[in-house]
C-alpha cells in the first residue's frame, strides 16, 4: 500500500505525539588553559566497558553523555540535564565541557584515542584516525534518537492495509528516512552551529562564516566512492555489506549517513526482526544552552518528522537524494544571514507542520513552533547561526566559547548539593540519583512524589525509597524505630543507656504526671515522630502553663506522647550502616547571634538567606521557623521576636538540634572517640536495622565509652535517617553516604 496518506485518512485521536526519544551529546574537555584536556577518562565514571550514561567517543577527552529511554522530549531533556550536571561535577574541577560543535585550536598530537579496553573499538578508532585524520573527530554534535510510539504503530498498521507488521514498520522508517534525507536541509538551516574552524583545523576552510561546516562536506562524510543506496532495504543492507567487504568502510557503523537504522547490531537482521528507531546525527551543539539542545529544538524536530511521514514518498529516490544532498551541502556553506535559495521548498514543510497540528487537534504550542520556525525562515538572524555569527572574533569563536564554557560550568556548581531539573525531589533522593548516574547505575524514577526508584545493574534489581530504605532492612524494623516506646524498651533489654520515662496516650493523664516532673528537666515529645516534629525541651523545670503547652504540641503530632528524663550534654547523631558507624554530626539547635541593632525576627531573616538554606528537606540546611515551639523557647529566655539581642549574645529557637527544624550542621566523624562509634553501631545492630541514625547525649567525648560503662545515653533511633545533613555541612569536610548506600547494594560495582 501507498504510505502517502496514510496519516491524512488517520482519525483525529490517533497519539500521534506518542514516541520514546534519546539523546547522544558529545563534548571535549577543555583545561584551565582553554585547550584540549590532556587527561585521562575521569576514574570517578568508574568502567567504561558497561557505563549507560557517560562514555568516550573517539577521543580520550570527548565525552558522550546519553539518556535512557525516555517518553517524552521533556524527559529526554530533563535526564539529559541531570547527566550534564554529573559530568560537569565529576569532571576536574579545573576543567569544563566546551559548548561548541568546532573544537578550540587543537593539534593532531592532543587528539589521544580513547584508551579501551576492547582491542577492536580501539583499532577501529585507530583506523578512523588514519582514513579521515584526528582532528576530524574532534567535532562534537548531538544525535536525536526517536522511536514512534507502540499503540500509534499499530493503529497505523491496521489503517495501512499491510498483513506484516516487520514490513509495515521498515517501510515506515524508511519513508521516515529518506524524506528526512530529502528535506535535512531545513534543519541545517534553523540549527546550524558551526561556521568557522578555528586557525590550522582546516587546510581549505571557506573565506567567510558559514551555517554548517559540520553539515557540508567538511563534516562527517564518507569518500566519494561509498555509495549507499536508500531506494529499499534490501539494497540498502546489500549495498552497506559490499562497501564493507571491499575495505571502503572498515564497519557498518562507519557510515556516516546523516540518518541511521537502529535496532540491531547488524543490518542485514533488519530484514527480518524490524527496524526498531532512527537515529538523526545532523545536529551541531547550541552554544546558547546548557544542554547543547533546547526543549522548543527537540519538540520543532519532533513535528518536523511526523510532517515527513504526514508528506508524499519520493519517487526515483536515489536520484533525489543525490540532489538533495547537494542542496544542503549548498545551504550549509552559505552565510549564516543569508536566506533559503528558492528550490528549497520550505512551504512544503511547514504546510506539512500545520496539517499535523490540524488534522490532529495539538496545542496551540505546536503551531507557535512552526510559526517561530517561519519566522526564522524570513529573518536568518533569529536562527542559531544567525545568532553565533555576531560573535565571531577576528575570524575566532574561542572567546566566545571559553566564554559559554565557563558559564555553563559555573551554572552547574551553583547549589551543588541539588542534581540539576530534580530539585523538587527529597534532597537525599537527589544525591541517590547523582551517584547512580556517576557509577553508571540504570535508573527509572517508579513514583516522583514517594521517592520510589528502581535501580539495576544488569540482572540484579534494587529499590530505594527516600534514600536509604531498602530490601536490606526487615519490614518490621522501621515500624519499631518510628515507635519510640518499642525502641526504648528494645534497647533497654540489650542493655544499652536509654532515658527514663512515661507514656501517655491522653493529656489529661499527662497533666497529672506533672507533680513528678515539677523539679526536673525534661523533654516532651510524639511518640511516633521524625525529623524532630512536636518536640519540646525544657533544660530547666518547667511551669504548668508551659508543659501544658508543650503537650498540646506533641499531641498535635501523634495520639501518644513521651515525657522523659532530660539528659544533659550534648546530641551527636551516628550514621550506621551495615553494623559500621559512617558519619558522627554534632547538630547545633536553630539560634541566632545577635548584633545589638537587628531584632530576633530580622535575624533570623538574615540567617535564612543563606543559599544553603531551604525548605522540605530539598537544601543541605532548613529555613528557621518561628512558630509556636520557637515562640515558647524564646520566652524561656525573656525574649520575644521583637527583642534586640546585644552583640554577640546567642538566643536558641529550638531545644531540638535536629537539621530539619534550623538546626546547623558539624562534621565530627575524625574526632569522635571509635568508642562511640561502636556503641552506636552495637545499637543498630540490637535493633536489627541495616541503616539507621543514631542519636547519643554525650557529656564528654573524651571519656571512652563501652556497654557495660557508658559515657552517654541513646535518646533516639532513627529509621530512614537524613544523608545529605552529614555531606553538605555548615562545618566541616562532610562525608560521602549516599555512595556507600549503593556500594552495598551494588557490590560487584
Keep these: 500500500m501507498n504510505l502517502s496518506r496514510l496519516l491524512q485518512d488517520a482519525p483525529q485521536n490517533l497519539p500521534i505525539l506518542q514516541g520514546t526519544f534519546g539523546l547522544e551529546r558529545e563534548s571535549l574537555r577543555i583545561n584551565q588553559n582553554h585547550r584540549v584536556a590532556q587527561t585521562a577518562h575521569p576514574l570517578v565514571f568508574g568502567s567504561r566497558n558497561f557505563h549507560p550514561f557517560i562514555q568516550t567517543d573517539y577521543s580520550e577527552p570527548q565525552l558522550e553523555l546519553i539518556t535512557p529511554i525516555a517518553s517524552s522530549t521533556k524527559e529526554a531533556l530533563r535526564i539529559l540535564g541531570a547527566i550534564t550536571d554529573v559530568a560537569s561535577r565529576s569532571i576536574s574541577k579545573d576543567e569544563y565541557l566546551w559548548p561548541l560543535s568546532m573544537p578550540p585550536q587543537v593539534t593532531e598530537d592532543e587528539i589521544q584515542i580513547a584508551a579501551l579496553d576492547n582491542p577492536y573499538e580501539y583499532q577501529y578508532r585507530v583506523g578512523l584516525g588514519q582514513r579521515y585524520g584526528k582532528l576530524l573527530q574532534s567535532m562534537s554534535g548531538i544525535h536525536y534518537n526517536f522511536e514512534l510510539g507502540k499503540e500509534l504503530i499499530q493503529q497505523l498498521f491496521q489503517l495501512s492495509g499491510y498483513d506484516n507488521l516487520v514490513a509495515f514498520k521498515n517501510d515506515l522508517y524508511l519513508k521516515l528516512a529518506q524524506n528526512f534525507l530529502h528535506y535535512r536541509w531545513f534543519l541545517t538551516y534553523l540549527y546550524g552551529a558551526t561556521p568557522l574552524a578555528e586557525e590550522g583545523f582546516l587546510k581549505d576552510a571557506p573565506e567567510f562564516p558559514v551555517r554548517s561546516l559540520r553539515n557540508s562536506q567538511y563534516g562527517y562524510v564518507n569518500s566519494d566512492d561509498v555509495a549507499i543506496s536508500f531506494a529499499s532495504l534490501e539494497q540498502y543492507v546489500t549495498d552497506l555489506e559490499t562497501t564493507v567487504q571491499s575495505g571502503k568502510l572498515s564497519a557498518e557503523k562507519e557510515f556516516y549517513s546523516a540518518v541511521r537504522?537502529?535496532?540491531?547490531?547488524?543490518?542485514?537482521?533488519?530484514?527480518?526482526?524490524?527496524?526498531?528507531?532512527?537515529?538523526?546525527?545532523?545536529?551541531?551543539?547550541?552554544?546558547?544552552?546548557?544542554?547543547?539542545?533546547?526543549?522548543?529544538?527537540?519538540?520543532?524536530?519532533?513535528?518536523?518528522?511526523?510532517?515527513?511521514?504526514?508528506?508524499?514518498?519520493?519517487?526515483?529516490?536515489?536520484?533525489?537524494?543525490?540532489?538533495?544532498?547537494?542542496?544542503?551541502?549548498?545551504?550549509?556553506?552559505?552565510h549564516p544571514l543569508e536566506h533559503l535559495p528558492a528550490?528549497?521548498?520550505?512551504?512544503?514543510?511547514?504546510?506539512?507542520?500545520?496539517?499535523?497540528?490540524?488534522?490532529?487537534?495539538?496545542?496551540?504550542?505546536?503551531?507557535?513552533?512552526?510559526?517561530?520556525?517561519?519566522?526564522?525562515?524570513?529573518?536568518?538572524?533569529?536562527?542559531?547561526?544567525?545568532?553565533?555569527?555576531?560573535?565571531?572574533?577576528?575570524?575566532?569563536?574561542e572567546a566566545f566559547g571559553q566564554q559559554q564554557g565557563q558559564a555553563f560550568h559555573d551554572y552547574a556548581w551553583t547549589a551543588p548539593y541539588a542534581l540539576k531539573g530534580y530539585e523538587n525531589m527529597e534532597l537525599s533522593t537527589q544525591m541517590v540519583l547523582f551517584d547512580a548516574i556517576q557509577m553508571g547505575i540504570q535508573l527509572e524514577i517508579l513514583d516522583e512524589n514517594d521517592q520510589f526508584l528502581k535501580l539495576w545493574h544488569g540482572n540484579h534489581v534494587e529499590y530505594v525509597k527516600n534514600g536509604n530504605m531498602t530490601s536490606k532492612d526487615n519490614y518490621v524494623v522501621p515500624l519499631a524505630m518510628a515507635n519510640k516506646t518499642v525502641t526504648k524498651k528494645i534497647l533497654d533489654k540489650a542493655g544499652f543507656p536509654v532515658p527514663a520515662g512515661s507514656e501517655f496516650g491522653n493529656k489529661t493523664e499527662a497533666l497529672r504526671y506533672y507533680g513528678r516532673i515539677a523539679q526536673k528537666a525534661i523533654v516532651v515529645k510524639p511518640k511516633s515522630t521524625n525529623f524532630g516534629l512536636g518536640i519540646s525541651i525544657f533544660q530547666e523545670p518547667a511551669s504548668l502553663e508551659d508543659y501544658e503547652k508543650a503537650l498540646d504540641i506533641a499531641f498535635a503530632e501523634d495520639s501518644n506522647v513521651l515525657v522523659e528524663e532530660f539528659i544533659a550534654g550534648t546530641e551527636y547523631r551516628f550514621f550506621v550502616l551495615d553494623g559500621k558507624c559512617k558519619a558522627v554530626l554534632l547538630r547545633v539547635a536553630a539560634n541566632v547571634v545577635g548584633d545589638g541593632t537587628h531584632t530576633i525576627r530580622e535575624l533570623v531573616a538574615i540567617k535564612n538567606q543563606n543559599p544553603l538554606r531551604g525548605r522540605d528537606h530539598r537544601s543541605p540546611l532548613e529555613i528557621i521557623q518561628l512558630g509556636?515551639?520557637?515562640?515558647?523557647?524564646?520566652?524561656?529566655?525573656?525574649?520575644?521576636?521583637?527583642?534586640?539581642?546585644?552583640?554577640?549574645?546567642k538566643a536558641d529557637l529550638r531545644g531540638n538540634s535536629n537539621i530539619s527544624t534550623g538546626g546547623d550542621s558539624i562534621d565530627v566523624t575524625e574526632q569522635m572517640d571509635d568508642s562511640f562509634k561502636q556503641l552506636a553501631a552495637d545499637m543498630a545492630t540490637a535493633m536489627g536495622a541495616w541503616v539507621c541514625g543514631v542519636d547519643l547525649i554525650i557529656p564528654d567525648t573524651t571519656v571512652p565509652s563501652t556497654k557495660e560503662i557508658p559515657a552517654c545515653t541513646c535518646i533516639e533511633l532513627n529509621f530512614n535517617p537524613s544523608m545529605y545533613m552529614h555531606t553538605y555541612c555548615h562545618e566541616g569536610p562532610g562525608q560521602i553516604i549516599t555512595k556507600k548506600i549503593l556500594m552495598k547494594l551494588f557490590p560487584e560495582m
Design 343 to 397: 528550490e528549497a521548498t520550505v512551504q512544503k514543510i511547514l504546510v506539512a507542520m500545520r496539517s499535523i497540528v490540524t488534522q490532529f487537534q495539538l496545542e496551540d504550542y505546536y503551531m507557535t513552533l512552526v510559526d517561530k520556525a517561519e519566522q526564522a525562515v524570513l529573518h536568518p538572524e533569529q536562527t542559531i547561526g544567525g545568532q553565533l555569527v555576531q560573535h565571531i572574533q577576528k575570524n575566532s569563536l
Design 628 to 649: 509556636d515551639i520557637e515562640l515558647l523557647m524564646l520566652e524561656q529566655q525573656g525574649y520575644t521576636p521583637e527583642s534586640i539581642l546585644p552583640e554577640g549574645v
Design 261 to 334: 537504522l537502529r535496532g540491531s547490531k547488524h543490518n542485514r537482521d533488519y530484514l527480518t526482526q524490524g527496524i526498531r528507531y532512527l537515529e538523526f546525527r545532523s545536529f551541531d551543539l547550541n552554544p546558547f544552552e546548557a544542554l547543547a539542545i533546547s526543549q522548543e529544538t527537540l519538540d520543532t524536530v519532533h513535528l518536523f518528522l511526523l510532517s515527513l511521514l504526514w508528506m508524499e514518498e519520493l519517487t526515483d529516490v536515489d536520484k533525489c537524494l543525490e540532489k538533495a544532498t547537494a542542496l544542503n551541502n549548498r545551504i550549509a556553506l552559505s
